[in-house]
Structure formats: structure tokens, C-alpha cells
């Protein structure tokens, strides 16, 4: 490191020395004035480093000027110049070093230099030393970004010189850290690569993934006899292993032309069809070939007469695959180089895999939180009062459709879901009243029918919200500043939607603790709960508390339709999406506790998420086994996690 | 002495005799026959209709009878459609393979017939193979006895850890239709083995049947009528003797029909396996009337309006789940069918696509609020039949018995 500081502050060094003196370009142009004349991609290298590494603070203004097309040479020197039309056939020239107007010329006596696309291309690589020690910010970031989108080797050098002069402290470590990348992918001294590697190992950026995996891609290779000696082995195979079995072997014997193809069955099939004689083919009538062993015989009679290619027995596979030796090989030849940077990805994948299963527990913290949200309305009706609601659902979707309306009369993001909130507890509360009023109350004694008759409820709901509002989704826009993520590296991220998701589930248990401990109306309901008649003749109206309570369950699941249609799409479909889900959450957590429901949506969130990461391809599959898992579940603890014991359960 | 089955259940000689004429009247008016009054399409729909009440006496038995409020029966159903829809897929594919692989000069082996039809049903799903659940395709005799074996072992299983861990009421409810919710996603994964979301398809032709689809409508019919008056014999026998009492029993207060030393558990097994099993068979004649089926058939919301027309008709007796399942399904067709005549109010018309699901919501409600009897409650009015009188008193002490209320209203 501290050597290749050194080396980096010497290039510096002769840099500065070189532009104090500050020489002039135009002999340096001079001394190649042939092949600058001439443009030849092949050529031009030489005379484009000499004016780069000339120290001339023109040099700058030379490439550009070059690049740009605007270079012109007088012909009757050879002399280079900057030049600008004047007229119609004439340009002025001004000279690069003294900045000063040579003269007016026509056109004949000028020969314009345009540098084809090739050039340009060194050209630009060349200003990129002087970019990134360009005075403006800007530049040097695009200069930074340009090389990190297309490293090259020979950006290095001019971007290790360019360390040392940097001021602005977030541009200095991001060219610290692009050095570091290039000297791993570029650098000529093995041992610089490796101290590089060793020093990155177990950074988590993406960048660096991406650099190393290029040095540990591997190719397969096959030779005759022994393995060469100037390749870089990375693995020896042997045919007939799992990763390598004596087909996939044979197969690349054949697809590099070592050894003659397989006989297929449908090769086989064609070359029967088409050697059919008089009802025969190879001696056997036709009308018997409905078999694989008559093919195969018929098959071999053709071969030994020679029509066909002969079949490939397995002893022919055999030595075939025993004349050669398979090997994989690295395309970087330095096994140090290689070697370090297999350790180093073992390591970041180490570290990867730590910050997966974080990123992992966030998202399923997030799901959790969003079953939680669905579910805690339902843990008051059904768990506290021991009201089944298939309504619930749809309750959701009236919050969420609630808040779809209010951002179409109020088109501030912001003050609109800031109305929508209390608006949306408002309709879904009242509905929940109305509908306690005026179907529950007369099926109290009887839950399978309260099931029923909500579920008919809820059919009536969803098809009228998909008469008003349609069969499309509607969106429901979050606020600004809930757009993003918070990311914390390159594995673990997470939106801010999900964020305050969660915040708002905190806030709803508290809310909901504090209401059922705290206030009198927590007091009257757990009353209500526990014994109707007792509660009644203690002067408390049962009627009153339960058409309250069923109000605020409902209420609550208008909020979480807000939130969810905040990240879902909202349509008349919306609740049934969360109905099923928050009836396990609710009866795997244990009803009547509203903790019960917290540990049920941890453990379903979790659960869900862990089944997806098992299978990440497929969603499906992962509900399927979650369900499974809760109906064995509840096989082991029929009342839930939290079990309500005593009088309480009701028993 | 003891009375005659018949003269015991005089309804099912009345219904029996109704199935009767009512199969044979559509069968002379249908275009099959030659009259053709009743088009084809319609000759289906009500096969359809019957393998609909088959089911819905299947629900009766184990809800207005056992009292158990089952979510999940509309997935035996589908099961017992898949198993019947595998072997007309695979036996109708293997024809048109067999046909247009004799056209090439080389006899096809085996093994290639069963490649070509692999690819032909699963290439929708992007694989040739025949999953291990189609073992059995080829024959038609073990794909029956899987229409009853697959969709009965299931509610065994599923029926023996949910009643052994005493899961009751509305939780057992909720556990049946995430059953069901778990089979319709399970179904819906292009890599069940079943075609994904395609659903199998083409069900309607029956391999080596060179009829029309006239005749053969009328023979799913007659099978449907057939199977449905089986069902309603064996369900009517089945509660009117000692097994109903118990079930009756265990519907009305579960705890004291196990202190009196019932096995609760392995009646309540019984039942709910028994009636998965006839759910499986009227899927399977369902589904061939039909013509296709694809999980979507088999998503909760199924089994709830299977519920839901059981309600409606009458739960706790046979011929109310029949109505029932009749009269709404029907009515669902002709609702949703465009056929009924739209309502102008002058500022808004209602058209019946849109609202017919609001007034059977809203109708539903009112049945479970107002006429807990059902449709089929309208019967007592003519038999006169008399409710039982406890002076108030509820029937069964636990929720969800039949209350004295209910039973007079």
C-alpha cells in the first residue's frame, strides 16, 4: 500500500514539476506531425501519450480541441492550430501555446483533422487524467463515473495520480475506492492485485463482486493425455462424478469435435425411415419396429453394412473419455491473483449471507407488521367478542377506497392521507355500527350463522365497490417522501413504506393496550367479554358496548386499508387478498389476546418469508406449505400460542 | 313393530318421484330426443344443477345434520373433477396421437406415445413428463375409484387431526376453507403436476364416443339424476335411522352425546368423510358436463356459496338443500347470463350482471335473519308439521343448537 502511495505521489510529483515549467505543445505536435496528419488508429497511440504526458497545461485544451474536430493543420508548415470558420472558405487560426490569432486562411491552404471514432475513443481516455484533476466538482464525478461503468487498465495510472490532488473528501474515497478496484482487475504487479484483494475482502459492495468474479470465472477445457502447463487449473474433473457424469463428458468430447456424436432415438428413427426397402429396413418388416430393441437391432444391421454411422456402445465412451483429461481453467493466469479472490468472495459471501437472513427479518418484519395491521380489527371482533366477521375484509377496502377518494378531491399527497386516516376510521366505524345493529345483535347465540350472514354481507359490499368503482386497480399514491428505500449496504434495504407501516402498527397496539386498560370502555367490553349478564346487572349496556367495540375493530381495519392499499393496488378484490390471512394470524396467535395476535403475525410473517426464501421462485407454493404448517399447527395448540386459560376461555 | 323406510321418510318417495318425472320430461323435450325444446346448452346447465344438488345434500348432511359448518367441500368436488378429468384428457389425447402418429412410416414404440402425449397436455406448462400423480390416467376404472378414494382419503386425514385436536365451530370453519384456499394455491403452481392455472380441458368429448353432444348431454343428464337420487337415499337413510339421532346429537350439544359415551370423533369422521366422498363423485360427473376445469373452481368463496344455498333452501332437511342448490344456482344463471331484463330507474339502470351478487348478499342476509327455516320452512306451512315446544327453553344449551325460537318460526 504504502509503495504504491509512493508510486501514485511520484506521478504526482512529475506532473507538478512538469507544469511549472509549463512547455510549449506545438513542438511536441511537431515531433509527430506525420502521424497526427496521417490519423491512423494503429499509429496515432505514441503522439496521443506524448501529448498527454507532455506536463503542458495546454495539453488539455489540444485533445479537446482535437476530439472536437477543430484542429487544423497549415499545410504550408505543418503547423497545428485551433480553427473557426471566419467566412464562407476562410478560418482563422489561433495558435495553442500563445493563446494568440495567426491569421485569416482559405481553405485550400488548411487540412482539417478528423479523428474517427477509434481515436477519439484514446482521446477520451486519454483527457481522463485531466478530468479528474479538472477544477470543477462535476466533471471529476462524471470522469469517476464514466471509468466505474467502463474500467480499463489504462485509466489507473492518471487515476492514481489524481488521489493526491483531490480535495473534496466524497470524491477522494470514492477514487480510492475505484483505484483499489482497477489495481485488482489491472494492476501489472501480481502482488499489488493481491494485497489489493485481501485488503477489499469482505467489503459488501457490488462493485467489488463484480470484479472479482471475472478473476474466478472459470472454462471448461478438455486435452489429450495430460493436463497443459500454462493454463491456471481450477479444477480437475473426472467424468462420471455429479457435477460432471460421463454424458455431459461425452457431449463435450462431441462438441469439440473429439469423438463422433451419439446415436439419438430419433436419429436412429430417421435413419430407419429413410432406408426403408420393400416393407423392410435392416431385415425386419417395418410393421415391427414398435419397439426400441427391433429398432436398435435393425439399426445395427444397417450400421454393418455400412449405411449408417455405427451406434456409440459404451465401450467406445469409455475410451474415449479415458484418452482425455477435463479440467476447469481460470482466464487470469496468476494462481496467486486467482486463489486470493476465491478467498476473498468466500468470505463476502460469508458476509452476504449474514446480511441476507438481516434483510430477510426485515422483510418478514414488514409482513408481519402488514398481517398485524389486517388482523388486529379482527382480533377485537372476533377475538374479543367472539363475532365472526367475513366482512372484515371489505371493511379494508373501504379504507382503502376511502383514501382513493379523498386523494381525487384532495390532490396533495401528503394532506390527503393525513384526511383520509381519521376519514376512512370514520366510514368503516360507522358501517361496523350499522352493521352491528343491524344484522349481528340478533345472532350473538349463534356464530355459525353471524359467519354466514357477514359472508353475505361481504359479497354484496365487493360487488358494489366493483359497480362504483370498476374492475381496474385504483392507485392509491404514497406521499413523496415515503418513496425509496433506506439502504444500508448493498444486500440490506428497506422502503420507508414498509417503515411506516410498521411504526403504525406500533402505534395501533398501543392504541388498542391503551383503550382496553385504560379506559372505560377496555373496562366495559373485557367486562362484556367475560359475562354478559354480570356486566349487564353492574349497570353496564351490553348492547351499547358491544356496537362500540365492533365499531372500533371496524374502524381500525378501515386505517389498515389505507396503509395496505398505500403498497397494494386497490381493488374491489383487496380484502380477500388478507382474509384468510388474518383469520390464521388471528387463530394461530389465540383469540381474545390481542398479544396472541402480535405472536401470530410474527410468526406467519416470518414463517412466510422463510418458506419464500427457500423457494424464492415461487409465492404460491409458499402460502400453500404456510397453510399446511398452521393446520398442523394448530393439531399441537388448538387455542393459539397464547391460550386464554380459566373462566376467560370460556370452556 | 317397524315401520317401512318409506313409510318412514314419505319425502323421499316424493322426491324420488319428482327427480323421475322431471328427468324424463327434460329428456322427451330435449333436442337429443328430437323435439328439442330445450336447447343442449340448457340440458347441460341443469345436469349441471342436479351434480350440484348431489353436493349440496352432501353439505346438508354434514352441516344442518352434524352441525359442522365445512368450508372446504367444493374441494372434493373439484378433486373428484380433476381425477375424472385426467383419464378423459389423457385417453382423448392418446387418441389423436395414436391417429396421427400411425400416418408416419415407422410404427411408434411405447415409449413415444406416451412422449407425444405428455407434450401435448403439459407442453401449455412448459414440460412432457407425466407427473407421478398421473400414474394411474390410463385407466379408466382406477381414475373412478379415484374420484372416491382421493377426495375421501383427504377428509380423513384432514378430519382426523382437526376433530381429534376437538377443533369445533367456527374455527373448524375457518380451517376447511384455508384447506381450501391451500389447494386451489397449491393447484394453481404451473409445477402441481395438474396444468396450472390451464385447468384440464376439453372434458366435454368423450373418447371413442362417436355420439353428438345432444345425446350425450342427456346421458350425463340421466347419471346426474341417478346419482342424485342414490345420494338423497343413502343421505335419507343414513339420518333417519340410530346414526342420524347421534349426529342430530352431536349437532345439537356435542359434549353431552361424548359423556354418554358416543365416540364423537369417529362420527363426526364418518360423516365428514362420507360426504367428501359423494362431493367427489358429483364433481366428477360435474365437471365432464362442463367441459373444463381449473383451480379457480375450487377457491373458498365455492365452498361458501355452497353454504350459502344450503342456507337459503333449508338446512336440516334433504329436499331444502336440494331447492336450494336448485332454485340459486339457476336463478345465478339466469342473473349473470344477461338474460333477466334490466331495471331504468330514469337516472340509473340496474343491470342484473352487476347487482344480482348485491341482492343474493342482501337476500342471503335476510334468510339467515328472518327465515332460519329457509325456503324449504315454506314445506311446514302445508305439512303442518308441529315445532317442538320447551316453553322458551333452547333445545340444545351450547351455540349454535337449534333454539326453540328457530325451530317455531
Known amino acids: 500500500m504504502i509503495r504504491l502511495f509512493l508510486a501514485g505521489l511520484a506521478i504526482l510529483l512529475s506532473c507538478l514539476t512538469a507544469s511549472a515549467q509549463d512547455a510549449d505543445i506545438q513542438p511536441i505536435l511537431q515531433e509527430h506531425q506525420s502521424v497526427i496528419a496521417k490519423g491512423s488508429r494503429k499509429t496515432i497511440g505514441p503522439a496521443i501519450h506524448a501529448i498527454a504526458t507532455s506536463g503542458s497545461s495546454k495539453a488539455q485544451s489540444v485533445l479537446e480541441t482535437w476530439a472536437a474536430k477543430d484542429m487544423w493543420m497549415r499545410k504550408s508548415d505543418g503547423m497545428f492550430f485551433i480553427g473557426k470558420q471566419a467566412e464562407a472558405k476562410t478560418y482563422v487560426l489561433t495558435d495553442f501555446d500563445s493563446g494568440k490569432v495567426v491569421g485569416t486562411f482559405p481553405k485550400q491552404a488548411l487540412k482539417q483533422l478528423k479523428p474517427n471514432s477509434g481515436i477519439r475513443g484514446m482521446i477520451g481516455a486519454a483527457l481522463v487524467q485531466f478530468q479528474l484533476m479538472d477544477p470543477d466538482k462535476d466533471k471529476r464525478q462524471d470522469a469517476l463515473t464514466s471509468i466505474q461503468r467502463d474500467p480499463a487498465a489504462a485509466m489507473l495510472a492518471p487515476l492514481r495520480a489524481s488521489i493526491a490532488g483531490e480535495e473534496d473528501a466524497g470524491l477522494k474515497s470514492q477514487k480510492q475506492r475505484l483505484e483499489r478496484l482497477l489495481t485488482i482487475g489491472y494492476d501489472q504487479d501480481t502482488k499489488a492485485r493481491v494485497a489489493a484483494i485481501e485488503e477489499m475482502s469482505g467489503d459488501l459492495g457490488l462493485d467489488l463482486r463484480a470484479t472479482l468474479n471475472p478473476l474466478v470465472a472459470t472454462t471448461r477445457g478438455v486435452a489429450l493425455g495430460e493436463i497443459p502447463k500454462d493454463v491456471n487449473i481450477a479444477t480437475h474433473l473426472t467424468p462420471g462424478s455429479d457435477a460432471f457424469t460421463t454424458e455431459d463428458a461425452y457431449d463435450f468430447l462431441v462438441r469439440h469435435a473429439l469423438a463422433p456424436p451419439r446415436v439419438s432415438r430419433g436419429d436412429m428413427r430417421a435413419a430407419l425411415t429413410s432406408n426403408i426397402d420393400g416393407g423392410h429396413a435392416g431385415g425386419i418388416p417395418v410393421v415391427q419396429l414398435n419397439t426400441d430393441a427391433a429398432r436398435s437391432r435393425a439399426y445395427a444391421a444397417l450400421a454393418e453394412a455400412g449405411t449408417v454411422p455405427a451406434l456409440v456402445t459404451q465401450a467406445d465412451i469409455d475410451a474415449a473419455l479415458a484418452a482425455y483429461v477435463f479440467f476447469d481453467s481460470y482466464a487470469e493466469t496468476s494462481d496467486e491473483v486467482t486463489t486470493a479472490a476465491r478467498n476473498a468472495l468466500k468470505s463476502i459471501g460469508l458476509k452476504v449471507g449474514v446480511n441476507q437472513a438481516l434483510d430477510l427479518t426485515l422483510d418478514a418484519l414488514s409482513l408481519a407488521s402488514i398481517y398485524f395491521l389486517a388482523a388486529i380489527g379482527l382480533a377485537i371482533t372476533f377475538g374479543v367478542m367472539g363475532v365472526i366477521n367475513m366482512a372484515h375484509g371489505e371493511f379494508i377496502m373501504m379504507g382503502a377506497y376511502t383514501g382513493y377518494v379523498v386523494q381525487q378531491i384532495i390532490p396533495n399527497h401528503t394532506a390527503s392521507i393525513i384526511v383520509a386516516i381519521p376519514l376512512a376510521f370514520a366510514v368503516t366505524f360507522a358501517a361496523g355500527v350499522a352493521m352491528e345493529r343491524l344484522v349481528i345483535r340478533w345472532l350473538y347465540a349463534r356464530p355459525l350463522e353471524t359467519l354466514l350472514a357477514t359472508f353475505g354481507i361481504s359479497i354484496a359490499l365487493q360487488q358494489l365497490a366493483k359497480n362504483i368503482f370498476g374492475t381496474q386497480a385504483r392507485p392509491l399514491t404514497a406521499p413523496g417522501w415515503l418513496d425509496g428505500a433506506m439502504v444500508m449496504n448493498d444486500v440490506v434495504s428497506i422502503s420507508y413504506i414498509r417503515i411506516a407501516i410498521f411504526i403504525l402498527a406500533l402505534i395501533f397496539l398501543g392504541v388498542f393496550v391503551f383503550i382496553m386498560k385504560r379506559t372505560r370502555l377496555g373496562l366495559e367490553t373485557r367486562a362484556v367479554t367475560q359475562n354478559p349478564r354480570m356486566a349487564a346487572s353492574m349497570g353496564i349496556n351490553p348492547g351499547k358496548v358491544n356496537m362500540l367495540t365492533f365499531g372500533l375493530g371496524s374502524g381500525i381495519a378501515g386505517i389498515a386499508g389505507v396503509a395496505i392499499g398505500l403498497f397494494a393496488k386497490v381493488t374491489s378484490e383487496l380484502g380477500n387478498d388478507y382474509i384468510v390471512q388474518s383469520f390464521m394470524t388471528v387463530v394461530v396467535g389465540g383469540v381474545g389476546n390481542i398479544w396472541g395476535t402480535l405472536a401470530g403475525a410474527a410468526m406467519i410473517g416470518f414463517l412466510q418469508k422463510g418458506i419464500e426464501w427457500l423457494n424464492p421462485s415461487n409465492t404460491l407454493a409458499a402460502q400453500t406449505y404456510m397453510i399446511v404448517f398452521i393446520i398442523i399447527f394448530i393439531q399441537f395448540r388448538p387455542r393459539g400460542i397464547i391460550a386464554l386459560k380459566g373462566r376467560a376461555a370460556g370452556d | ?409
Open chain 2, 1 to 409: 313393530m317397524q315401520r317401512s323406510f318409506i313409510s318412514r321418510n314419505p319425502s323421499v318417495l316424493i322426491f324420488l318421484t319428482c327427480l323421475a318425472l322431471f328427468t324424463v320430461t327434460v329428456t322427451v323435450m330435449s333436442e337429443g330426443s328430437g323435439v328439442g325444446i330445450i336447447s343442449t346448452s340448457f340440458i347441460k346447465t341443469l345436469g349441471k344443477t342436479l351434480c350440484l344438488c348431489l353436493i349440496a345434500v352432501a353439505m346438508d348432511l354434514i352441516w344442518g345434520f352434524t352441525g359442522i359448518l365445512s368450508l372446504g367441500h367444493f374441494a372434493f368436488f373439484g378433486l373428484g373433477g380433476y381425477m375424472i378429468g385426467m383419464w378423459l384428457m389423457y385417453e382423448r389425447t392418446r387418441l389423436i396421437v395414436v391417429e396421427s402418429l400411425s400416418q408416419v412410416e415407422i410404427p411408434p414404440t411405447a415409449t413415444e406415445v406416451t412422449d407425444a402425449i405428455g407434450n401435448q397436455i403439459f407442453g401449455v406448462v412448459g414440460s412432457s413428463d407425466f407427473p407421478l400423480i398421473w400414474t394411474f390416467a390410463d385407466s379408466l376404472f382406477l381414475q373412478l375409484v379415484l374420484v372416491v378414494l382421493v377426495p375421501g382419503l383427504l377428509a380423513l386425514v384432514f378430519g382426523w387431526l382437526a376433530f381429534r385436536s376437538r377443533v369445533t365451530g367456527v374455527y373448524l370453519s375457518i380451517l376447511t376453507q384455508a384447506m381450501t384456499l391451500a389447494l386451489a394455491l397449491y393447484l394453481f403452481q404451473n409445477d402441481s403436476g395438474l396444468r396450472g392455472n390451464n385447468g384440464l380441458s376439453g372434458l366435454q368429448n368423450l373418447p371413442g364416443v362417436e355420439a353428438s353432444q345432444d345425446v350425450v348431454s342427456l346421458w350425463f343428464l340421466w347419471a346426474s339424476a341417478l346419482a342424485l337420487g342414490l345420494g338423497y337415499l343413502l343421505a335419507a337413510w343414513i339420518v333417519s335411522g340410530k346414526f342420524g339421532s347421534v349426529i342430530r346429537g352431536i349437532r345439537d350439544n356435542e359434549a353431552r352425546v361424548r359423556f354418554l359415551g358416543y365416540s364423537v370423533e369417529t362420527y363426526k369422521l364418518m360423516v365428514f368423510t362420507l360426504t367428501a366422498c359423494i362431493a367427489g363423485i358429483a364433481g366428477a360427473l360435474y365437471y365432464p358436463q362442463a367441459g373444463i376445469i381449473n383451480p379457480a373452481e375450487i377457491s373458498p368463496i365455492a365452498s361458501i356459496y355452497l353454504a350459502v344455498w344450503v342456507a337459503i333452501g333449508g338446512r336440516g332437511r334433504l329436499y331444502g338443500a336440494v331447492i336450494g342448490a336448485a332454485s340459486v344456482s339457476l336463478l345465478s344463471t339466469w342473473f349473470t347470463g344477461g338474460q333477466a331484463p334490466n331495471i331504468p330507474l330514469g337516472f340509473y339502470t340496474i343491470k342484473w350482471v352487476d347487482w344480482w351478487l348485491v341482492l343474493l348478499g342482501m337476500s342471503f342476509v335476510a334468510v339467515t335473519l328472518f327465515a332460519p327455516k329457509g325456503m324449504g320452512g315454506l314445506v311446514d306451512l302445508w305439512s303442518k308439521r308441529r315445532t317442538p315446544n320447551r316453553h322458551g327453553a333452547d333445545l340444545g344449551p351450547s351455540d349454535g343448537a337449534l333454539r326453540e325460537q328457530e325451530a317455531s318460526q
